[in-house]
């Protein structure tokens, strides 16, 4: 079945630390991957997607994500992170490629960026 | 730019009662969304609609009903509330051209 899993529930760096999270899927075919971030009491957004190309994609607020088709893996990393950046991430994978109204979701890795 | 509305943004109920969630879009969407989310257990899809009327079911629909009488609209019922329930329930819409859902702040559910 597929599945998208983020390893980590809670992540805590400090103020200007790198930043990596992790997300792995298991999907069949080619997928299409997606990054979210959930700010306190908001709903979700966009931060990054990938199709296919260049693995390395950018997304907004500085952060970037690596499709590493060998792992089954689409972290997302970032060079040095905010206190703002404090939120809950989420991965999804779309699992019919064509058509993509559903979504897969990871249960997300809760960010603390301690200042 | 657009925005997704959705009320209450708190509700509180009483064990067995019947309770409706709104959502409203002008992004003029396709398809909406209503998910659950639960702490540590993620989004979970409850129902979705492709266009006005229709109703697919998600992998969390049994215990809620949905409406879409209209483009913009997509209410989510939960049919007996349960005691002790706490969740909160995320509506969206997605651009089919940019393959982006767009969320609403939630509703957040009480039973007491």
């Keep these: ?115 | 730019g657009g925005i997704i509305t959705q009320t209450p943004k708190f509700l509180i109920g009483q064990e067995g009662q019947k309770l409706t969630l709104k959502c409203q879009q002008n992004f003029n969407h396709d398809t909406m969304y209503w998910y659950r989310q639960d702490s540590g257990k993620g989004l979970r899809l409850i129902y979705y609609s492709i266009t006005e009327n229709d109703l697919q079911k998600g992998d969390l629909s049994e215990g809620y009903d949905a409406s879409r009488e209209k483009k913009s609209s997509f209410s989510l019922t939960v049919t007996s509330a349960q005691k002790n329930e706490m969740a909160v329930f995320l509506c969206a819409s997605r651009d089919r051209d940019q393959d982006t859902q767009y969320f609403g702040p939630g509703t957040r559910l009480l039973v007491l």
Excluded at chain 1, 18 to 40: A, D
Excluded at chain 1, 64 to 75: P, Q, R, V
């Design chain 1, 1 to 115: 079945a597929q599945s998208v899993t983020q390893p980590d529930a809670r992540v805590t760096v400090s103020e200007g630390a790198s930043l990596q999270l992790r997300c792995k899927y298991s999907y069949s075919g080619t997928p299409y991957l997606f990054w979210y971030v959930q700010y306190p009491r908001q709903g979700l957004q966009l931060l990054l997607k990938y199709y296919s190309g260049d693995p390395v994609v950018q997304g907004v607020n500085g952060f970037e994500a690596e499709f590493i088709k060998s792992n089954s893996s689409f972290h997302l990393r970032k060079a040095s992170v905010h206190w703002s950046d404090s939120a809950v991430y989420f991965c999804a994978v779309a699992p019919n490629v064509g058509d993509n109204s559903k979504l897969i979701w990871g249960l997300g890795t809760s960010l603390v960026v301690n200042p």
